[in-house]
T-cell receptor, first 113, second 114 residues
Framework: AQSVTQLGSHVSVSEGALVLLRCNYS??????LFWYVQYPNQGLQLLLK??????LVKGINGFEAEFKKSETSFHLTKPSAHMSDAAEYFC???????????FGSGTRLQVQP | DVKVTQSSRYLVKRTGEKVFLECVQD?????MFWYRQDPGLGLRLIYF???????EKGDIPEGYSVSREKKERFSLILESASTNQTSMYLC?????????????FGPGTRLTVT
């Protein structure tokens, strides 16, 4: 069974600092990988996804993620944090034969002024 | 824009009540999903449906059932609500597409069972 591990349930950064949210997956075959963001009292919104091709994926709001097969990782980064980035972030995978997503436990990002 | 709506944002029910959570999508998507979100556990799949009247159990179906009589509507039913079903419930939809098809989420229903 596939699984997703997000290291760090809470991450705090200063405004303007680098954001790094970690995601590792376990899958016997390369999966499709997603990052979603959830703002307070809202549903989930897709940030970016990796399917095939270029391993560096750019998403909305200045976020990007790099698929590293050798490390089974898909870490999310943003060069400069903004106060509006404060939210919960979920990494998810989907592999062949499964219609639904498997989610990590989420990382809550706090941005300090 | 894809729109997924859920009938209630907040719901309070008593133990033993039958509870209906409704979800409607306006993009003619074949797939619809119900997830449960709990702190530290992320989202866990309860049930999904890939066509009208078709459904499959997810990872945590116990205590829940679903109904899909029309393509745009997917209902989650708690036959006899219990306190351990207090949670945030999220509905999602997607095209059948390939594995890369993204899911679109509703705003969620926060259910409290007392």
């Amino acid at each position: 069974a596939q699984s997703v591990t997000q290291l760090g349930s809470h991450v705090s950064v200063s405004e303007g600092a680098l954001v790094l949210l970690r995601c590792n997956y376990s899958s016997s075959v390369p999966p499709y990988l997603f990052w979603y963001v959830q703002y307070p009292n809202q549903g989930l919104q897709l940030l970016l996804k990796y399917t095939t091709g270029a391993t560096l994926v750019k998403g909305i709001n200045g976020f990007e993620a790099e698929f590293k097969k050798s490390e089974t990782s898909f870490h999310l980064t943003k060069p400069s944090a903004h106060m509006s980035d404060a939210a919960e972030y979920f990494c998810a995978v989907k592999s062949a034969g499964r219609r639904a997503l498997t989610f990590g436990s989420g990382t809550r990002l706090q941005v300090q002024p | 824009d894809v729109k997924v709506t859920q009938s209630s944002r907040y719901l309070v029910k008593r133990t033993g009540e039958k509870v209906f959570l409704e979800c409607v999508q306006d993009m003619d998507h074949e797939n619809m999903f119900w997830y449960r979100q709990d702190p530290g556990l992320g989202l866990r799949l309860i049930y999904f449906s890939y066509d009208v009247k078709m459904k499959e159990k997810g990872d945590i179906p116990e205590g829940y059932s679903v109904s899909r009589e029309k393509k745009e509507r997917f209902s989650l039913i708690l036959e006899s609500a219990s306190t351990n079903q207090t949670s945030m419930y999220l509905c999602a939809s997607s095209t059948p597409g390939g594995q890369e098809a993204e899911q679109y989420f509703g705003p969620g229903t926060r259910l409290t069972v007392t």
